[in-house]
């Protein structure tokens, strides 16, 4: 969820486009939980997940069939560099805290995460599904973003004590 901020700002400056850089970046979190017995640690799934996510930004843009100007490899990754420092020691625990904090969403919540994620419907897909708007599902998006990032924060907060407790 750390990496959500960096890895949108680097897909809307790829797309300059709202909805396809949400697009963009859920897609890459869908296939990194459908390809998690590959990753080796953090760092693989980490270097992995934002080098898939620039590929989909790409994909995106040729599907569009647009003559936008996409950036020079250097500079993608200086930007790349950039975006992705960050620490990722506590990444295991982070990702059971997540398991734990989606428990906890309301039912109309884990649909959009269950639609979106798991059942890999884009974000205008889920939106018909549920007959909502797709601003409305980008915003529950935002919404259940926030309420998972506190809630996973509270968590790992609590496991370190714990550890700490028991040392």
Known sequence: MRERTKQFALAW???NDRQ???D??????AKAFEKEEIFEGPQHLRDWSWKVLRHRCYEL???RKSREILLDEGVLELVDAELESRNTDQLEARADALHQ???LLTDNARSVVRLRFFDGLRG???AEKLGRK???VYKALQRIYVTLADCIDRKTSELEK???GSQ
Not at 24 to 29: E, I, N
């Open 162 to 164: 714990e550890r700490l």
């Open 20 to 22: 396809l850089a949400e």
């Open 24 to 29: 963009a970046y859920q897609d890459t979190l």
């Open 61 to 63: 843009i040729r599907k």
């Open 13 to 15: 400056s790829i797309l």
């Open 134 to 136: 797709p601003d409305a």
């Open 124 to 126: 205008k897909q889920v």
């Open 101 to 103: 904090c989606l428990e």
